[in-house]
């Protein structure tokens, strides 16, 4: 079966550290990729997203991701984070062709930014 | 524009009562996906409704649940006689066709 795999469940760090959150599927096919953000209290946001052409996409806030085709990995990034960053952090993919849209996530991954 | 709307935002039940939850999409999308999250997971897919259609229920469990999205009105997740394994976070989202999704605040359901 399809799955998405987080590979780092709490990340702590400090402000202005860079950040790295690991995305890999299990998938063969071609896929539509997404990171969401969700703040304490908040519903989830979409962060940033991969449909086709330029593997580096820019999202909001500062944060990139690279859309890694050969390692099945959509690592999301941002050179110096904050701590209104503190959130937890979903990836998630949508599989095509013939996929009705729906959504695999990841088990997400808590960030604690200290100030 | 708002966003999607879900409500109630917190629901309690005893087991063995029925739990209805609703979402109301983002104006202009007329495709709403339901999911669920479990404490200490990820969300997972339930069902992906369009007007009066359920296109992929792949994720819903056998018994007990249902779900509609009516021509008029709010799309509807209904669990019947719910039990404490029902407790969890349920998110809905909308979007136009094959395209992104915007997802509401939750409803959080607690079964006593």
């Known amino acids: 079966a399809q799955s998405v795999s987080q590979h780092n469940h709490h990340v702590i760090l400090s402000e202005a550290a860079s950040l790295e959150l690991g995305c890999n599927y299990s998938y063969g096919g071609t896929v539509n990729l997404f990171w969401y953000v969700q703040y304490p209290g908040q519903h989830l946001q979409l962060l940033l997203k991969?449909?086709?052409?330029?593997?580096l996409v820019k999202g909001i806030k500062g944060f990139e991701a690279e859309f890694i085709k050969s390692k099945f990995s959509f690592n999301l990034r941002k050179p110096s984070v904050q701590w209104s960053d503190t959130a937890e952090y979903f990836c998630?993919?949508?599989?095509?062709?013939?996929?009705?849209?729906?959504?695999?996530f990841g088990q997400g991954t808590t960030l604690q930014v200290k100030p | 524009n708002a966003g999607v709307m879900q409500n109630p935002r917190h629901l309690v039940r005893r087991r063995g009562q029925e739990a209805r939850l609703r979402c109301s999409p983002m104006k202009g999308h007329s495709h709403v996906y339901w999911y669920r999250q479990l404490p200490e997971e990820g969300l997972k897919f339930m069902v992906y409704l369009q007007k009066e259609n359920i296109i992929d229920e792949s994720g819903m469990p056998k018994e007990r649940f249902s779900a509609e999205f009516p021509k008029e009105g709010p799309s509807i997740l209904r669990i019947q006689q719910v039990v404490r394994g029902d407790s969890a976070a349920y998110f809905c989202?909308?979007?136009?066709?094959?395209?992104?999704?915007?997802f509401g605040p939750g409803t959080r359901l607690t079964v006593l």
């Open positions: 998630a993919v949508n599989l095509r062709p013939g996929n009705t849209g729906k959504l695999i």
């Open positions: 989202a909308s979007s136009p066709p094959l395209d992104t999704q915007y």
């Open positions: 991969y449909f086709s052409g330029d593997p």
